[in-house]
T-cell receptor
């Protein structure tokens, strides 16, 4: 069965610094990978996805993620963090019609 | 012009009651979902419907019954509410059931069972 791990419950970064939110996965085939963001008291919002092709995908709000098949990772990155990026970030996986599985979430705090 | 809407936003009720949560999407999507987010923020799929037909039914107590009167609506009815049902319930939709489609989420319904 597929699974998603986000090894850090919390990531703190200073405003203006680069940020990374980590995600690793386990799946039997080739995965479709997603990142979502959840602001307080809101639903999840789609940021970006990897389906196929270029391993570096770019998404909303300046975020990008790199698919690394050998390391089974899909880390989310942004070159310069904003205080408004503070939120809960979820990595998710879908494996060819299997259930959509979300990671446990990582809380990002960007400090001014 | 909300894409995915849910009502009510908050629901406080007593154990043993029956309640419903409504969801509507105006995106013209074929597929809709219900998720449960617990107090630790874990998010787990409960049901998925495609064009009014059930396609995913996770291990959910049969007190939970989804109903899709048309492809724009997916309602969730819960019988005999229990304390453990307290959570935030999210509705979502996607263009179709293809695995590569992202999902659009509603704002959530916070259910508190006393």
């Amino acid at each position: 069965a597929q699974s998603v791990a986000q090894p850090e419950d919390q990531v703190n970064v200073a405003e203006g610094n680069p940020l990374t939110v980590k995600c690793t996965y386990s799946v039997s085939g080739n995965p479709y990978l997603f990142w979502y963001v959840q602001y307080p008291n809101r639903g999840l919002q789609f940021l970006l996805k990897y389906i196929t092709g270029d391993n570096l995908v770019k998404g909303s709000y300046g975020f990008e993620a790199e698919f690394n098949k050998s390391q089974t990772s899909f880390h989310l990155k942004k070159p310069s963090a904003l205080v408004s990026d503070s939120a809960l970030y979820f990595c998710a996986i879908e494996d060819y019609g299997q259930n959509f599985v979300f990671g446990p979430g990582t809380r990002l705090s960007v400090l001014p | 012009d909300t894409a995915v809407s849910q009502t009510p936003k908050y629901l406080v009720t007593q154990m043993g009651n029956d309640k419903s949560i409504k969801c509507e999407q105006n995106l013209g999507h074929d597929t809709m979902y219900w998720y449960k987010q617990d107090s630790k923020k874990f998010l787990k799929i409960m049901f998925s419907y495609n064009n009014k037909e059930l396609i995913i039914n996770e291990t959910v107590p049969n007190r939970f019954s989804p109903k899709s009167p048309d492809k724009a609506h997916l309602n969730l009815h819960i019988n005999s509410l229990e304390l453990g049902d307290s959570a935030v319930y999210f509705c979502a939709s996607s263009y179709d059931r293809s695995s590569y489609n992202e999902q659009f989420f509603g704002p959530g319904t916070r259910l508190t069972v006393l």
